[in-house]
């Protein structure tokens, strides 16, 4: 799947409610204050509604950080 950038940003900040300027595509989880294990849940069921992919429970514990998100999105069908 090719993975549009800015719908991307836009749901990761929309999910951890981040200010654009606080958006880095190298963030992982705890780098910022609004991105702890709570919010990571809410990064994965917005990813999952936003992308039409779902997560299984292995891959949400692994993928905590925004490369690797995007790295998983890219291999899926």
């Given amino acids: 799947m090719v993975v549009d950038p800015v719908k991307f940003r836009n749901c990761v900040t929309r ?3 981040l200010r654009p ?3 880095r595509p190298e963030l992982r989880i705890g780098d910022v204050d609004q991105w702890d294990s709570v919010a990571h849940l809410d990064l994965m069921s917005e ?3 936003e992308f039409g992919v779902r997560f299984d429970l292995d891959q949400m514990t692994t993928l905590t950080s ?3 998100l995007v790295n998983w ?3 899926a069908q």
């Fill in 15 to 17: 999910a951890l409610n």
């Fill in 21 to 23: 300027e606080e958006y």
């Fill in 47 to 49: 990813v999952e509604r």
């Fill in 66 to 68: 925004l490369p690797e």
């Fill in 73 to 75: 999105l890219e291999k």
